[in-house]
Nanobody, 120 residues
Framework: EVQLVESGGGLVQVGGSLTLSCAAS????????MAWFRQAPGKERERVSC????????GYADSVKGRFTVSSDNVKNMVHLHMTILKPEDTAVYYC?????????????WGKGTLVTVSS
């Protein structure tokens, strides 16, 4: 059974930093690109970042470029999202996802999410 388990969410003040982690099990981690999505209350889910298993390249939503950094640990089967200069609009449930077909493809597996709340 494939499991993606997010951790690291919580309450943080505006301008602060937070690192989310996602532990993957039940799949061959090297075969999957790993992405982070978020969904704020009343809004559609948005892809935040992705790291490709093919070449290690990364991509970010315009809203987080320069503030968020995604990294993959292929030894521990984990992916991290380091978030800095957090804004109230970053408040959302953050989801980890895995894609066989790469960052441009659809997601095959999803975690249950971790809540990030940025308070002003």
């Amino acid at each position: 059974e494939v499991q993606l388990v997010e951790s690291g969410g919580g309450l943080v003040q505006v301008g602060g930093s937070l690192t989310l982690s996602c532990a993957a099990s039940g799949l061959t981690f090297d075969d999957y690109s790993m992405a982070w999505f978020r969904q704020a209350p009343g809004k559609e889910r948005e892809r935040v970042s992705c790291v490709s298993n093919f070449d290690g390249s990364t991509g970010y939503a315009d809203s987080v470029k320069g503030r968020f950094t995604v990294s993959s640990d292929n030894v521990k089967n984990m992916v991290h999202l380091h978030m800095t200069i957090l804004k109230p609009e970053d408040t959302a449930v953050y989801y980890c996802a895995a894609a066989w077909a790469g960052c441009a493809g659809g997601m095959d597996y999803w975690g249950k999410g971790t809540l990030v709340t940025v308070s002003s």
